[in-house]
């Protein structure tokens, strides 16, 4: 616009002076010509737009947006102006992800860090987009954060962390609770039916959830609880797989020496396999006791 105004001086200017010819003694028609020159120079390039490459430009006429360009040289009107927007993939830095306050099942809150890849879409007219936010720097924090933020309380606030905690009719533990994968899918989905078009999200992912105490407390209890389980049944299963090699052996009919020296073996081979050794464990047969190194 400032380009297109001061062509327009140039030519009023250079046609005054053209017209009047002399000014004094001074023949001014010269400079005249020269000025209309400069003006229609200028009034040229007023014309020319460039749009730098991944960027969108809105033209804008007298403060009111009258389409939408991609990247590369355009020829607009000259009294338009082009406002340019990003239309790179936009990463948050992950050390400044926001933190939302969502809430979950039992009217309880949890502090969530959100990390959200958005881009424009190269295609889309953003015009409207424009018109409501007026820059691309407002749309994070005006467009995608908020509908975010709506998203997360929906999917969320059904979502049971202490879900994994119920057990069964059987009195056994279940773990089928829903996962984090589809949470953030569902998320995802949730957004992109608020974004705005010529808004779309290309990634969403939740790596930190800060639950309440009572909440935490109960998780990681349960965690240790899990743990000692997994622990004891792996030492009934060596146990088992212990005494069905002594049976193997006893049914062998060995000598007790024989005996001995094959339980030795397997002693040592699972010694070596790092694997658990039962207290019952002995290698003795026919009165015959061997001592087991464990090492």
């Known amino acids: 616009m ?14 005054g002076f053209a017209i009047k010819g002399d000014v004094g003694n001074t023949n001014v028609r010269g400079w005249g010509l020269t000025a209309i020159i400069a003006g229609l120079a200028m009034f040229f390039l007023s014309m020319i737009a460039i749009v730098p490459t991944k960027n969108i430009g809105v033209t804008v006429a007298f403060g009111k947006p009258t389409g939408t360009i991609s990247n ?12 340019n927007y990003d239309a790179t993939i936009q990463t948050p830095d992950l050390a400044q992800l926001p933190v939302f306050d969502v809430r979950i099942a039992n009217g309880m809150t949890a502090k969530m860090r959100v990390s959200v890849d958005w881009q424009l879409a190269d295609e889309a007219d953003i015009t409207k987009i424009h018109s409501d936010w007026r820059g691309f720097d407002k749309i994070e924090p005006r467009v995608v954060n908020p509908r975010l933020f709506d998203a997360l309380n929906k999917v969320f606030e059904k979502y049971d962390p202490l879900a994994v905690l119920q057990t069964s009719t059987d009195g056994r533990v279940t773990t089928e609770a829903v996962t984090f994968a589809q949470l953030e899918a ?4 949730e957004i992109g039916k608020t974004l705005p078009n010529g808004i779309k999200v290309r990634r969403l992912q939740i790596p930190f959830v800060e639950y309440p105490k009572v909440i935490q407390d109960a998780l990681d209890n349960f965690r240790k609880e899990l743990a000692a389980t997994q622990t004891a049944l792996q030492q009934k299963v060596t146990a ?27 002693t040592e081979r699972l010694a070596q396999q790092g694997k658990a050794i039962s207290p019952a464990w002995s290698c003795v047969a026919g009165g015959v006791q061997t001592v087991v190194p464990v090492s």
């Open 2 to 15: 400032f380009l297109f105004i001061l062509a327009m001086l140039a030519l009023l200017i250079g046609a």
């Open 72 to 83: 590369g040289w355009h020829i607009v009107a000259p009294w338009e102006e082009v406002t």
């Open 186 to 189: 569902n998320v995802n989905a």
């Open 240 to 266: 088992a797989a212990q005494r069905d090699a002594i049976n193997t052996l006893a049914e062998a009919k060995l000598t007790p020496e024989a005996f001995a020296q094959q339980c030795l073996i397997v």
